[in-house]
Nanobody, 129 residues
Framework: QVQLVESGGGLVQAGGSLRLSCAAS???????????MGWFRQAPGKEREFVAV????????YYADSVKGRFTISRDNAKNTVYLQMNNLKPEDTAVYYC???????????????????WGQGTQVTVSS
């Protein structure tokens, strides 16, 4: 079993920054070449959307166009933790952010939420204008 636990969400003014963390426990990911971890988000009344992902064997990172240049995904192998540094936040970034992981990287569909088997509980990010 795999458990993903997010932290770091909160309330921030537009233009501010936050860093989200996702700690994986159980069967960890860093030793498997196909493993993929990343972030999705879901705003009220909207579908869950892709934010950023990478694979442990070096593919990526891949970003949604809406966050390129503002968000950075990174990892700490020793801690089996993935981070999402979010800079220059905008009100439209307001959402619940979810950590996602899977054992298989789908090169043509990595942006689809249904391709991920493991999910965290989510952390709220609110950006005020």
């Amino acid at each position: 079993q795999v458990q993903l636990v997010e932290s770091g969400g909160g309330l921030v003014q537009a233009g501010g920054s936050l860093r989200l963390s996702c700690a994986a426990s159980g069967r960890t990911f860093s030793g498997y070449s196909g493993d993929v971890m990343g972030w999705f988000r879901q705003a009220p009344g909207k579908e869950r959307e892709f934010v950023a992902v990478f694979t442990w064997n070096g593919a990526g990172p891949y970003y949604a166009d809406s966050v390129k240049g503002r968000f950075t995904i990174s990892r700490d192998n020793a801690k089996n933790t993935v981070y999402l540094q979010m800079n220059n936040l905008k009100p439209e970034d307001t959402a619940v952010y979810y950590c996602a992981a899977d054992r298989t990287f789908y090169r043509d569909n990595y942006f689809k939420a249904e391709k991920y088997d493991y999910w965290g509980q989510g952390t709220q990010v609110t950006v005020s204008s």
